[in-house]
């Protein structure tokens, strides 16, 4: 325990001290020579029991007690007074104070009240921890019960009721994760962020669906707080992910069956195709992108492919692709092939079928149809009209 000695005679002080660390040296003992000493030792100090004086210059130690317990109802109190001041100590044990203790102080007497109170504090202790356990638990259980529910899957007779019945009306707000990698770290830090602004904006919880997707359903003080929530959740959230992220939500919801399609609904809607994302990597992972793009346009690739490589949800490349270069993967691929096909035109005399396969047409039909609907003419009639048809620009319809 930590023991709190608060006295302003130096002389009780140091006898208690000396008595307590005999008798009890696992125990540490603070001292505070006034009651203002003892409030900073209290702020600082995680103290389990408080012995002070009565009477003494500025607050008594009444005033201490009633000062702190409001701020620190935990903590155990033990009155010392004079004979002559017996009646603060019966009036300190009414405000709550564990007992009193009269000058002068008996050892044996200070002794046994330590002994009492050591097993307090620790019974007490034992009682908090399992307190915490069952609140946890309670807590896991009706995350799990809700993840399960909102997952469409079976709750096996057990009544969801009793988990949400302090939500009589609520919002959903999901938040999807984009990662191929250990979204462990990335799924604390958006458990906990959403925790804490709905608990600002109202009350809820957040249930974890599976390791990339959170589900928060909050009761908001003001229903007009919904957009101001999501769009603390993105600011904040752009700030600590390193990763691709989504966030959904829903409109007021008065009944727990509606839960699972709103939550089919928020992962098949619109919203859905669009990602956040985190400028640094993003623009890193278009610019590998694009050098590999130029180095095997004449292969075989596709968008997925090439979301592969760079480690990206392949709907969330395309957006920040076109985000990034201003054009759609498939118009910059069908552009960069074209330009080089008009290339060997122009400066080759190979064959159109063996242009057509350079650049990535293995099908020699095929890339006559895509080079005339770009560039408004056949690849033999721009190769016969040579270099004028230099300056020529390619359409911009994305096709291939």
């Known amino acids: 325990m930590n023991i709190l000695v608060v006295d302003d005679e130096e002389v009780i002080r140091s006898g208690i001290e000396r008595t307590i660390s005999r008798q009890f040296p696992a125990h540490r003992v603070l001292l505070a020579a006034n009651p203002e000493e003892a409030v900073e030792l209290l702020r600082a100090k995680a103290v389990d029991l408080v012995l002070t004086d009565v009477l003494m210059p500025g607050m008594t130690g009444l005033e201490l007690m009633a000062f702190s317990r409001r701020r620190q109802p935990q ?20 405000l709550g104070a564990r ?80 990662s191929d990698a250990d979204t462990r770290l990335e799924h604390f830090i958006v458990e906990n962020v959403l925790t804490e602004l709905m608990e600002t904006a109202g009350k809820g919880f957040v249930a974890s669906i599976d390791v990339r997707s959170l589900l928060g359903l909050v009761t908001l003080r003001e229903e007009a707080g919904l957009g101001l929530l999501v769009d603390k959740l993105r600011t904040h959230l752009k700030r600590y992910l390193k990763t691709p992220f989504q ?34 990597g993003g623009e890193k992972a278009i610019e ?8 095997h346009f004449g292969a075989e690739i596709s968008l997925e492919k090439v979301a592969s490589i760079v480690y990206l949800n392949p709907v969330y490349f395309s957006q920040l692709f076109k985000q990034k270069t201003g054009t759609g993967f498939k118009e910059y691929v069908t552009h960069l092939r074209l330009s080089r096909a008009m290339e060997l035109l122009r400066d080759s005399e190979l064959k159109i079928g063996d242009i057509a396969e350079r650049v990535g047409y293995p099908d020699v039909r095929h890339f006559s149809q895509v080079f005339r609907k770009k560039a408004g003419c056949t690849p033999s009639e721009y190769r016969q009209e040579g270099a004028g048809q230099e300056g020529r620009e390619l359409r911009n319809s994305e096709t291939e």
């Open 75 to 94: 903590v155990k109190w033990v009155v010392i007074s004079a004979y002559s001041e017996f009646s603060y100590a019966q009036e300190a044990v009414r």
């Open 99 to 178: 007992d009193y203790l009269l000058k002068p102080i008996g050892k044996d007497s200070l002794i046994r009240l330590i002994e009492e109170l050591e097993r307090e504090v620790a019974e007490e202790s034992e009682r908090n921890k399992e307190a915490d356990l069952t609140k946890r638990n309670l807590r896991f259980l009706r995350e799990g019960v809700f993840a399960r529910w909102a997952s469409g899957l079976d709750l096996g007779g057990i009544d969801l009721a009793p988990f949400t019945e302090n939500h009589p009306y609520f919002n959903l707000v999901m938040v999807r994760l984009e």
């Open 247 to 280: 966030v959904l939500s829903s409109g007021r919801i008065e009944h727990l069956t509606a839960v699972p399609e709103e939550v089919r609904r928020m992962r098949n809607s619109p919203a859905a195709q669009v990602y956040d994302h985190y400028a640094s």
């Open 288 to 295: 590998v992108a694009v050098q590999y793009i130029h180095s």
